[in-house]
T-cell receptor, first 115, second 112 residues
Framework: DGGITQSPKYLFRKEGQNVTLSCEQN?????MYWYRQDPGQGLRLIYY???????QKGDIAEGYSVSREKKESFPLTVTSAQKNPTAFYLC??????????????FGPGTRLTVL | AQTVTQSQPEMSVQEAETVTLSCTYD???????LFWYKQPPSRQMILVIR??????QNATENRFSVNFQKAAKSFSLKISDSQLGDAAMYFC?????????FGTGTKLQVIP
């Protein structure tokens, strides 16, 4: 079955530690995205990538970093510079918008709690 | 730049009745797409319906339909014959050629 996997489902880290969230897709999509979800704030875009080895900052990139070494993978690192990292993180993928409707397919999410 | 506004934080509907969720957007793109996603308590985002802005005809998917008013930049979702399984957060999204921007969501409660 094609889809997007995120691991782990729940993640606990101590304050000051960097942590990397995994996102893998086998949908052969070129574009991948990371969102942060907080209560009452909807989904806010952190980073996105439309091609391997290239990515752009979204609306709230400060304190986060990404890499896109493979088409299938788009890991997100939450660094110690992120002031309030506790949140629900969603990864998504889509075809390149110029190839059709950029409908996004979402993973199941990772709940990060910083203690 | 894109903005999406959902002005109804919460809505409720009686089972089997009809409810309409509101969404307004703003975009500088000439070609864009509009989406409604559902997020049940499992938190898995599920596409409900999508609309290509260049199409005048309103999209429908079974009990779900939209009222797309391009000039007013309005994209409301109508759910007919509401079912208990429709209870969820609903997010409106607007996307151009690079990214999709989402609203803050509407929590829909379905009353038996």
């Amino acid at each position: 079955d094609g889809g997007i996997t995120q691991s782990p489902k729940y993640l606990f880290r101590k304050e000051g530690q960097n942590v990397t969230l995994s996102c893998e897709q086998n949908l052969n999509h070129d574009a991948m995205y990371w969102y942060r979800q907080d209560p009452g704030q909807g989904l806010r875009l952190i980073y996105y990538s439309q091609i391997v080895n290239d990515f752009q900052k979204g609306d709230i990139a400060e304190g986060y970093s990404v890499s896109r070494e493979k088409k299938e993978s788009f890991p997100l690192t939450v660094t110690s510079a992120q002031k309030n990292p506790t949140a629900f993180y969603l990864c998504a993928s889509s075809i390149i918008p110029g190839q059709g409707a950029p409908q996004q397919y979402f993973g199941p999410g990772t709940r990060l709690t910083v203690l | 730049a894109q903005t999406v506004t959902q002005s109804q934080p919460e809505m409720s509907v009686q089972e089997a009745e009809t409810v309409t969720l509101s969404c307004t957007y703003d975009t500088s793109e000439s070609d864009y797409y509009l989406f409604w996603y559902k997020q049940p308590p499992s938190r898995q985002m599920i596409l409900v319906i999508r609309q290509e802005a260049y199409k005048q005809q309103n999209a429908t998917e079974n009990r779900f339909s939209v009222n797309f008013q391009k000039a007013a930049k309005s994209f409301s979702l109508k759910i007919s014959d509401s079912q208990l399984g429709d209870a969820a957060m609903y997010f409106c999204g607007a996307g151009g050629y690079q990214k999709v921007t989402f609203g803050t969501g509407t929590k829909l409660q379905v009353i038996p």
